[in-house]
């Protein structure tokens, strides 16, 4: 394993590194592998990439969605990520270089404490792939709640799952769900497009 993070291709790497940690952490992963370009592509559809300025990351992972971010986003833009695996944090810092991206090894909870440290006073999306049905109550309340503080009124909230189990909660939270299905990805991914 550790010959093929060292000497495999980048995408490989990834690949085993995600692995790895699936086996340490099977419930906050969900999946062996990393989500598919199908699911990246799904989701970044929504984002309205000529007026979004502030993007948030949850749960980034090996980074499948934020180099992604990182090519479609607005030189001016800013991504702030939040990740609470340190093996994931430091890959990251390893190999994904740009001035726009500020990688946080933190929870997501910490988003508006984030927010004022760099002087930002709203995030335009949220990209969300942390598995909110496994996490205590009070943890996932808390993000949620402060995901909603932070994003603009056009803001939106864009979260992908394993299951439906987290659409309850975010419906206690946010005014309007939309609720999509991405199949082509391993496991199948439930979408919630959610505004505040
Ligand atoms: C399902 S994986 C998604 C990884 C990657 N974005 C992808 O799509 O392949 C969930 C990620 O969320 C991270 N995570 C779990 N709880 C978190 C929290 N409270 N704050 C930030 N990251 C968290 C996990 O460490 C893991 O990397």
């Not at 190999?95 to 004022?116: F, K, M, P, W, Y």
């Not at 598995?131 to 909230?157: C, D, K, W």
Request: hydrophobic share 45%; net charge positive.
């Amino acid at each position: 394993m550790s010959f093929l993070m060292e000497k495999g291709s980048p995408w490989l790497q990834r690949v085993v590194l995600f692995a790895r940690n699936f086996f340490k952490h099977p419930k906050m992963l969900g999946s062996l592998i990393p989500s598919s370009r199908f699911l990246v592509n799904r989701l970044l559809r929504q984002v309205d990439w000529r007026s979004a300025r502030v993007i948030v990351e949850y749960g980034p992972g090996v980074g499948v969605f934020t180099t992604e971010i990182l090519r479609r986003m607005r030189p001016d833009a800013v991504l702030i990520t939040f990740e609470t695996n340190g093996d994931f944090v430091d890959y990251l810092r390893r190999t994904v270089r740009d001035e726009r991206l500020q990688l946080i090894h933190g929870s997501a909870g910490e988003i508006n404490t984030v927010l004022a440290q760099l002087g930002l006073t709203h995030a335009d999306y949220i990209i969300s792939g942390i598995p909110y049905s496994v996490m205590p109550n009070e943890v996932r309340s808390t993000i949620l709640t402060e995901s909603h503080a932070a994003l603009s009124a056009q803001g939106r909230f864009l979260v992908y799952q394993f299951s439906r189990a987290a659409l309850p909660y975010l419906r206690q939270v946010f005014s309007t769900v939309e609720v999509g299905l991405e199949p082509l990805n391993i496991p199948p991914a439930s979408l919630f497009f959610c505004r505040p």
